[in-house]
């Protein structure tokens, strides 16, 4: 499961969301309005282990390789 950590850095309001669109979505409506927000996503997994996966760029792709795995190519 990924999980999506928005937050605004002007009214220090913190979102979680489980989609990257929606994070996406909700960090452009704050941008509009002149806030400054920021992001991450995490990888979890259902044993409660987690891995980072980096910031949340709005203009860029988002995929990203995590060591220590099986992946063969960028993901997540």
Do not use: P
């Amino acid at each position: 499961m990924i999980e999506c950590i928005v937050y605004d850095k002007v009214t220090e309001e913190r979102e979680v969301f489980y989609s990257l669109t929606a994070a996406k979505k909700w960090m452009r409506e704050r941008i509009k309005i002149g806030h400054e927000v920021s992001g991450s996503k995490c990888k979890v997994y259902s044993n409660g282990d987690f891995v980072n996966c980096g910031k949340i760029e709005l203009n860029k792709n988002n995929r990203v390789f995590v060591a220590n795995t099986k992946q063969t190519k960028a993901g997540y």
